[in-house]
């Protein structure tokens, strides 16, 4: 890199692919559908790979998929990965994924603009399927190149309509070779929207990712007698809903009196038998606990059970706790992490750490490499929806912090 | 009515006329389904026809099915009438009803047995269709005889197979003349089960009726944020379901809060989008109140205005009340209380009195007559189930409290 000079992306490059990759699948309230392996993500690919011919990358497909665009380095040392995914939601946004794929194309753009050579090669990926919206679950295909599911495994994933994600994969024409999956890579760094109110709140353009938080999902079943709502005597009850609401007031509270970062979530409410003039007997509802430490979240299980057994006693019902699924916290590389910082840091942009309290593809790819990410604002926090949106100046300068941290890990 | 006998009645008859009766609509699982104007309604009103005419009963039909048996008194004046309802809910109970109308009969067949002669006329009435079941509301054909609803709003009834009311009372043969409807009467009288536990956790085998509780219903709507369950902390979530269950827990705090016999239930509640990683951006849930004085009612919501006022601006949430139904609190006639309350009384029994949760035949019938009624301890205060139960003693005790309140308003 020449001394002197802050190499700094053409914002309006990038700026104008958002716009052009959204044209694909664009929906009438302003937003994108593109779904895994649909007519639309062919062509976002297609244009993708135009993109990237233009650009010099020598680009792959491996066997689930995933796309990789080579920049050549001066060694042949594993190279430095860039990316995200282009697939969307059912009504999406144009960021969330899209501004990771083409962010990485613009930091490359910009290293052929700037005739900046590196040690290492720097490679562009589209992951996949991360949505899981059409393939269950999210994330399967960096989950294949990280080892946590075989390529087998998603082949027989269906959508609604019953149709085989390989037999998809093939029909538009993006089953590739095993040979050409992205990892093993030195590091991956993955540019994204924030998809929360956080750096809003704080006024800060981007965040440094430390990492991403660990999530534990419980089921809460309380069961207590079902009766007529006029004849029974307040004292008599064995109501399943007012036992259900003070433990759901108490999980708001494990979460507040944890520590800032801690939360939980009751989402999704069942009672029986549902009926206005009727006592609900029964209440299942679902706890989501999220954190960075694997033992607060071991710890925040132990309370929700002391929380349930205590209500339980006291209002005669019968609660039970199921934990029934984790997902163990990633923290990201400090190495990638102090990259990222420097970067934020040489752009005169205020360092704002914050853990991602959602997942991925980068969760998967620090199993097996050396990974960190970079989020810049979301409006109001909101994504998964037609009115996702982040300002320009913010995507500009999340993209020139990617080429800036790209350049330092790439030597 | 000769001095120094105390009637009564002749209990192993009552209990195997109980026992006869809910052979027709008999379930698997020892309950009875006997919905309205079904076939085997039909079967039970043929039963109960021949045990009237056995009795000496002249009986008639009105046009709505509504079965009145009379046993003639000294005068012409208008007769005590008591009855209930032969009807049940699906899979229901034997006594829910059946009771009334067979406790009816075993104190008339009683006034036979033992020559008592009464100035007045008693008769036994079976309204058509108080459960409301298979041709809502409940109470449907007791409101035609007090004037609440015309017989032509009650034929233009459908069930869920679009059968008319109107073409299932003449399928079944009992379509009669409006001649013939049950009031006006001197009085009324209905013995019930309690369908409630306040009888049992008492230790009473019989309730004095004081009148039926007023009812009123609100839907209560909270209005939070839709969010991903991640990445939100806990200080910048708008979460409806959280709101909500404070409300409801305030909800039953009300209740305790007012006196001995305020109830309040949450019946029925649905949050949107329901789903497990998101925090819910809507919850929408019934609050039914009851209680005996109409301006406690009137508190009351005022008082859920209030909670949900206060617990909405604490927590950045939008909530409303909408109140919808109101059903006025039916005091009981003085007369008629009194008199079941000397026959408590006469036949040594502690006199307990309580209000009903539920709606009976007799609150419509009250807008028109003097009414009461008279309850007998629920097994567990179970009811609208197939094991709904009552002892065989607390039955021949409240049938005995009936006989004695005719007798002492018949003259």
Redesign the interface.
């Known amino acids: 890199m020449r001394s002197g000079a802050i190499p700094c992306i053409n914002g309006e490059r990038l700026l104008q692919r958002l716009r052009d990759l959204a044209q694909i699948g664009a929906t009438p309230g302003g937003g994108v559908t593109r779904l895994a392996l649909s007519d639309e993500d062919r062509a976002g690919r297609d244009l993708l790979a135009s993109w990237m011919a233009e650009a010099g990358l020598e680009w792959r497909v491996d066997d689930v998929g995933n796309m990789t665009g080579y920049r050549r380095g001066k060694t042949n040392e594993p190279p430095v990965l860039i990316g995200s995914h282009a697939d969307t939601v059912l009504r999406g946004g144009k960021y969330d994924g899209a501004y990771g794929v083409l962010g990485a194309l613009e930091a490359i753009e910009t290293l052929n603009d700037l005739d900046i050579e590196t040690e290492r090669a720097v490679a562009l990926v589209n992951w996949t399927n991360e949505e899981g919206v059409r393939f269950e679950p999210a994330m399967t295909c960096s989950g294949v190149a990280a080892g946590r599911f075989t390529a087998e495994e998603i082949y027989a994933k269906t959508d609604r309509d019953g149709l085989r994600f390989e037999d998809e994969l093939r029909r538009i024409s993006y089953f590739g070779d095993a040979a050409n999956r992205p990892l093993p890579a030195a590091a991956y760094i993955e540019l994204h929207i ?5 750096l809003e ?1 704080a006024g800060q353009p981007v965040g440094i990712v430390g990492g991403i ?1 660990g ?1 534990t ?1 419980n089921e809460v079943t309380i069961q207590g007698q079902a ?10 009850r064995h ?1 399943a ?2 036992a ?3 433990v ?2 108490g999980v ?1 509270r494990l ?2 009196e944890q520590d ?10 069942a ?1 029986a038998p ?7 007997g029964t209440a299942v509802f ?1 706890v ?1 606990f ?1 954190h960075r430490d694997p033992a607060v979240l071991d710890l925040q299980v132990e309370r929700l059970r002391n929380l349930v057994n205590q209500i339980s006693q006291e209002r005669g019902v019968e609660g039970q706790v199921n934990r029934f699924w984790t997902s163990e916290p990633t923290p990201f590389d400090p190495t990638v992490v102090g990259a990222i910082r420097n970067a934020v840091s040489t752009l005169g942009l205020p360092e704002h750490e914050l853990w ?4 991925h593809d980068a969760k998967y790819v620090a199993d097996v490499c050396p990974a960190g990410m970079i989020f810049v604002c979301s409006k109001g ?1 909101l ?2 929806c037609e009115t996702e949106s982040s300002s320009a100046k913010d995507l500009i300068a999340g993209a020139n912090v990617l080429l800036l941290a790209t350049i330092e890990l790439a030597g």
């Open positions: 924030e998809q929360g109110p956080v709140a938080v999530i999902w009766d007529h709502a006029g004849p029974s005597p307040m004292h008599l109501d809903l007012t259900a609401s003070h759901i007031a708001e979460a507040i800032d970062t801690a939360v939980a979530t009751v989402g999704r409410l009672i549902n009926i206005i003039n009727t006592i609900p679902s989501d999220r991602s309290g959602a997942g926090g994504s998964h």
